[in-house]
């Protein structure tokens, strides 16, 4: 499927300029590479194997690990728009076009707003629940405060 049939746009990558199909902007553009060693590096601590399939289908919900699967669903979401996002900008000549550091800008983004929410709602634990799983994003300390993980 290529991209030109649903917008005005050029034929070729504005990354490394070969011919751009849906399979290419999310899967195979080499400046992809760094964005999927940092998921493949974070499932990994979710005992979880980084792949195409699980990219783009995201992972089933199932009761016994719903949190993880919730959050796990949630950062390939964020992946993806990252992806998107930096496409847009490079388009845009934005001069910051890297993918991975778009995504943990964002992924940091979304959980200090979520920790602030929670401080200030005395709901710390649901925040750890949903957000501190095995330390691999970020931490609660003894004191209250967020460290960042990841
Ligand atoms: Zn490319």
């Known amino acids: ?14 990354f490394c300029n070969v011919w751009e ?18 998921l493949t590096n974070i499932l990994l601590r979710f005992w979880l ?11 089933p919900i ?12 949630l950062l390939l979401a964020l ?4 992806i998107y996002k930096t496409r847009e900008g490079r388009l845009g000549h934005e001069a ?14 979304r959980i200090r707003a979520e920790f602030l929410l929670a401080a200030s709602t005395d709901s710390l634990d649901a925040f750890e629940e949903r957000w501190a799983l095995s330390g691999v994003l970020c931490s609660v300390t003894p004191s209250g405060s967020l460290r960042l993980t990841l």
């Open 1 to 14: 499927m290529f991209l030109t049939r649903f917008t005005p746009i050029p034929d070729t990558c504005p």
């Open 21 to 38: 199909t849906l399979a290419h902007v999310y899967l195979e553009c080499a400046r992809l590479q760094p964005l999927f060693q940092l």
């Open 49 to 59: 194997h980084f792949s195409p399939h699980l990219f783009i289908y995201t992972l």
């Open 62 to 73: 199932r009761v016994p690990t719903k949190s993880r699967d919730l959050l796990v669903n």
């Open 79 to 82: 992946a993806k728009t990252a």
């Open 96 to 109: 910051s076009c890297d993918c991975g550091a778009s995504f943990r800008s964002s992924v940091h983004s």
